[in-house]
């Protein structure tokens, strides 16, 4: 366990970003808005992004970019999660992983510029260089199209209607009309860069017993009393969560937790997976953990505005222990969701 520990956590912030440094040629970490696709080439379908529960289609909620050190195979290497927006199942999740060797056809091979490219504009891109379309609404692959100007690309009928009702209808057959002018769907969650800092060496006890020693000094005599009958019927859980919120108190606003190979950190003692619940890599190894979304993320989603009501304590990304080559496709891993209150 110590050993595993030695492997640095990386902690993720949310943080505003030009459109410029969300885009694929970055290699960025970020939220929400369309997927920066890493490869170009084999994405998923329509019906890898599906939702398993209301067969809707899954919206792009993040991607980490997280390239393995010594490994030529993935000098670049993205994963890239989706999750079902969509009442009342809002449960569906799903995980891709794509890496590329530095040579490639799709990057140069130097590393891109930190300056601002002369052309920044705004404009959405609905093609990768392979050729292959995009969804106008979601940034997916796109193989469906609209009968009338065979020009826009939908993944799904649902996201067809969505962009015929909000103004492809008036703009279809129009001769200027252009291909990558995009209303806003209210489908996207909001974009941000994911910046990353290591986290400090501090033990979880010692920041719980400062934690314990402020709230006891503010509240009285009568309330520690109290504080220390409920300390004594302290169960697993409230051991659990305690031990969650004192890893995460120095660092509140933390929305992601990477550390591949290390122990994830649990919100509840409910629906924590055994390894049997982890299946393995259909290459034939194992999965270990790589990261967990933290429930802070949702702060900044803003799903409510649509009525949507995702929620999540943890969200655990396990992944193929030796990140198997599979050309340039994209493997799907796999995602384990804990509530917060998780009753069986």
């Known amino acids: ?8 956590v990386e902690l993720g912030f949310a943080e505003e970003a030009p459109l410029w440094r969300l885009r694929s040629e970055q290699f960025p970490s970020k939220v929400g808005g369309r997927p920066a696709w890493l490869g170009a080439a084999g994405l998923p379908g329509p019906g890898d992004l599906a939702c398993a529960s209301c067969g809707r289609p899954l ?6 970019y997280a390239p393995l050190p010594g490994r030529a195979d993935a000098f670049h290497r993205g994963l890239f999660l989706f999750c079902c927006r969509e009442p ?3 449960a569906g999740l799903r995980v891709f992983r794509n890496q590329l060797p530095r ?3 799709f990057y140069s091979y130097e590393p891109p510029s930190e300056n601002p490219p ?5 404009s959405v891109c609905l093609q990768l260089k392979t050729g292959a379309h995009l969804c106008r609404v979601c940034g997916c692959l796109g193989p469906k199209t609209c009968s009338r100007c065979h020009k826009a690309h939908y993944c799904s009928k649902e996201h067809q209607l969505l962009d015929w009702r909000l103004g492809h209808k008036q703009g279809c057959t129009q001769p200027d009309y252009r291909d990558h002018t995009v209303p806003d769907h209210n489908f996207l969650f909001p974009e941000f860069e994911i910046v990353t800092e290591t986290e400090d060496e501090i033990t979880p006890e010692v920041v719980e017993k400062e934690d314990a020693s402020e709230i006891i000094g503010s509240m009285g005599e009568a309330l520690e009393e109290e504080l220390d009958s409920m300390a004594k019927h302290e169960s697993r859980e409230d051991k659990i969560f305690q031990k969650f919120k004192a ?3 120095l660092e509140p606003e933390q929305i992601l937790r990477y550390g591949r190979g290390i122990a994830p950190i649990w919100i509840s003692g409910e629906n924590i997976p055994q390894e049997k619940d ?3 890599c259909p290459c034939g190894a194992k999965r270990i953990f790589e990261f967990q979304v933290m429930p802070q993320l949702l702060n900044y989603l803003k799903a409510d505005r649509l009525g949507r009501s995702i929620d999540w304590g943890v969200l655990a990304v396990f ?4 990140s198997c080559g599979l050309g340039t496709g994209y493997t799907e891993e796999f995602v384990w969701k804990q509530d917060v209150t998780d009753i069986p």
């Not at 366990?1 to 640095?8: D, F, K, Q, S, T």
């Not at 002369?118 to 705004?122: C, H, I, R, S, V």
């Open 59 to 64: 919206s792009f909620l993040l991607q980490v």
């Open 103 to 105: 040579k490639n056809d």
């Open 88 to 90: 009342p199942c809002c």
């Open 319 to 322: 992944t193929c222990a030796e």
């Open 1 to 8: 366990m110590a050993a595993a520990r030695a492997v640095p």
């Open 278 to 280: 982890i299946p393995d």
């Open 247 to 249: 890893q995460i108190a």
């Open 118 to 122: 002369l052309e920044t504009g705004e």
